[in-house]
T-cell receptor
Framework: GQNIDQPTEMTATEGAIVQINCTYQTSGFNGLFWYQQHAGEAPTFLSYNVLDGLEEKGRFSSFLSRSKGYSYLLLKELQMKDSASYLCAVRDDKIIFGKGTRLHILP | DAEITQSPRHKITETGRQVTLACHQTWNHNNMFWYRQDLGHGLRLIHYSYGVQDTNKGEVSDGYSVSRSNTEDLPLTLESAASSQTSVYFC?????????????FGEGSRLTVL
């Protein structure tokens, strides 16, 4: 079976740092994606990890540990526009999504 | 610019009617996917295709069908619409290159079944 878990909601303050965790149990693994989705819009690609370690891209970083079935998305210097849902997705022979984490940013 | 488009963007239909949602991409991607998104469930895979004449069932395929007669299009058909199929539907495409197949999403089709 396939199972991808992430927190339902998180709240953080503008300018702060937040870490969104994702754990997965899948029959195969060919990479892990993070997507951002603003309300009423389509998801947009943020990052991709296939090897263990940290991938940094501007204010956003993503980490993967394949042995632990664990990933996190780190958002630094939070801005109000970062208020969105963040979706963790795993590729085996297809791409399966977790339920998403809704991030609220407080001024 | 290459893109992926869905139509209609909004649709209201009645229980039992057949509905087809269109998806057209100009990326020339081999892989195409249909997802539905519901509150509390996230994105769930309905059907997917890895090339012309190839179709596969996803997590929630009952009541849905797809066909792939060319690279550009993957229409999603609801044979007999049910209220449980009220949802937002996203089409996506990908290719195994660059970011190893990141999904490019259409803008979504909101379907209401009364």
């Amino acid at each position: 079976g396939q199972n991808i878990d992430q927190p339902t909601e998180m709240t953080a303050t503008e300018g702060a740092i937040v870490q969104i965790n994702c754990t997965y149990q899948t029959s195969g693994f060919n990479g892990l994606f993070w997507y951002q989705q603003h309300a009423g819009e389509a998801p947009t690609f943020l990052s991709y990890n296939v090897l263990d370690g940290l991938e940094e891209k501007g204010r956003f970083s993503s980490f993967l540990s394949r042995s632990k079935g664990y990933s996190y998305l780190l958002l630094k210097e939070l801005q109000m526009k970062d208020s969105a849902s963040y979706l963790c997705a795993v590729r085996d022979d297809k791409i399966i999504f977790g339920k998403g984490t809704r991030l609220h940013i407080l001024p | 610019d290459a893109e992926i488009t869905q139509s209609p963007r909004h649709k209201i239909t009645e229980t039992g009617r057949q509905v087809t949602l269109a998806c057209h991409q100009t990326w020339n991607h081999n892989n195409m996917f249909w997802y539905r998104q519901d509150l509390g469930h996230g994105l769930r895979l309905i059907h997917y295709s890895y090339g012309v004449q190839d179709t596969n069932k996803g997590e929630v395929s009952d009541g849905y069908s797809v066909s792939r007669s060319n690279t550009e299009d993957l229409p999603l058909t609801l044979e007999s619409a049910a209220s449980s199929q009220t949802s937002v539907y996203f089409c996506a495409s990908s290719e195994y290159s660059g970011n190893a197949g990141e999904l490019f999403f259409g803008e979504g089709s909101r379907l209401t079944v009364l």
